[in-house]
């Protein structure tokens, strides 16, 4: 066979080259129109999981809106007025990861619970504000639940330990014995007054004014670092009743709360800087709490839930410290002593002045000796 012979291509060949060039030609459309892919069926379950992970979002701010909007309040949502939000938060980020469209359900989900953690007073703080010297003032708060712990003494060493400019107790239903040497941390307070619902304020300083606020709290305003400034120590009656919270009935103590709130509405009323404290029986987003028109400093330089209640498994934080004016907060903290009450302990720094924020371990020039604060 010559190489002239070796170059010519079979039928066959020339047969499969010419189709090749007619496919190329003719475009796809040769054989047909073009088949689109088949979509793949989605199964019942993909979409009921999609269902439940836009459920997930939705409940979560359905809870939130009810909340701002004090629907309920006559029912008063006697439930979510004792029952966090926080365990909420998670809610909608986990639903959100259920969904198909997660670039849209995810930042709806992360903005859901924000707002869940917000209303729910959770502390965002990391740090402290170191004022001039002088100006900070510590302020302890304490339900002792009628001194039946056994643990007092771990409590005068606290006081020692901790040497609070202030301290106020609820639910102080017995004095104790005043010879009992254990009660020398108490009797080094200047100034001393148990009055109310069984409340008491202790200060290291003469106050200049004394109130008793109806059966649930007293007050005083005092003087420090040339501004004057009222504490006001309260313990809300109980806020829930197991049975009835679970009908959403409005109960008794209920209403004797939202009494007690409108009281103290009525008494903050002219007075430009005041600190409210102790044992409110309610969590951060309770209607009454809100109504209020406090600031909680918690949320700014607290960290985490910050439960006070109960002291082994803190899952609620009924014990607060609220504030007008310009109270500044500079740290806060909770307490817990072994053996000592159920409640745990409100620790709270704070300032009479304007203070800039500032990197941890710098402070701005204090006033000089001769020099009388603004």
């Not at 992360?110 to 869940?116: E, P, T, Y």
């Not at 009935?249 to 009525?266: D, I, W």
């Amino acid at each position: 066979m010559s190489a002239d012979q070796a170059d010519v291509p079979t039928p066959r060949e020339a047969a499969r080259e010419q189709q090749q060039i007619l496919r190329s030609l003719a475009g796809p459309d040769m054989d047909g129109p073009a088949q689109k892919p088949l979509k793949k069926p989605v199964s019942k379950l993909r979409r009921a999981i999609a269902a439940l992970g836009w459920l997930g979002i939705a409940a979560p701010l359905f809870v939130c809106v009810a909340v701002v909007l004090q629907v309920g309040r006559v029912p008063q949502l006697s439930l979510m007025n004792y029952v966090p939000l926080y365990p909420l938060a998670v809610v909608p980020i986990v639903a959100a990861l259920l969904t198909r469209l997660r670039f849209l359900a995810l930042p709806l989900g992360v903005a859901v619970a924000l707002w869940v953690l917000v209303l729910d007073g959770f502390g965002f703080g990391i740090g402290t504000i170191n004022p001039p010297a002088g100006m900070r003032i510590r302020l302890l708060s304490y339900n002792i639940e009628d001194w039946h712990g056994t643990n007092k003494q771990g409590f005068y060493d606290l006081i020692d330990d901790r040497r609070p400019d202030l301290l106020a107790l609820q639910e102080v239903w017995g004095p104790g014995d005043p010879n009992d040497h254990r009660w020398d941390p108490i009797r080094h307070y200047e100034w001393g007054k148990t009055d109310g619902r069984h409340v008491g304020l202790l200060a290291d300083f003469k106050p200049v004014r004394y109130e008793k606020l109806d059966d649930f709290g007293n007050a005083v305003l005092v003087e420090r670092t040339g501004r004057q400034f009222w504490i006001a120590c309260v313990q809300f009656p109980r806020g829930i009743d197991a049975v009835r919270a679970w009908q959403f009935l409005p109960t008794e103590s209920r209403l004797e709360q939202g009494r007690f709130a409108e009281y103290l509405k009525e008494w903050l009323v002219g007075k430009p800087d005041v600190i409210v404290v102790g044992d409110f029986n309610a969590v951060a987003h309770s209607w009454f709490l809100r109504s209020l028109d406090l600031r909680n400093p918690w949320i700014s330089t607290g960290f985490g839930v910050g439960g006070t209640y109960k002291v082994e498994t803190p899952v609620a934080r009924i014990d607060h410290v609220l504030i007008k004016g310009r109270i500044t907060p500079l740290f806060s903290d909770t307490l817990a002593l072994d053996d000592f009450s159920n409640h745990r302990g409100l620790l709270f720094d704070f300032a009479i002045d304007e203070i800039p924020p500032q990197p941890l371990g710098t402070a701005r020039p204090g006033p000089s000796d001769n020099e009388t604060p603004p």
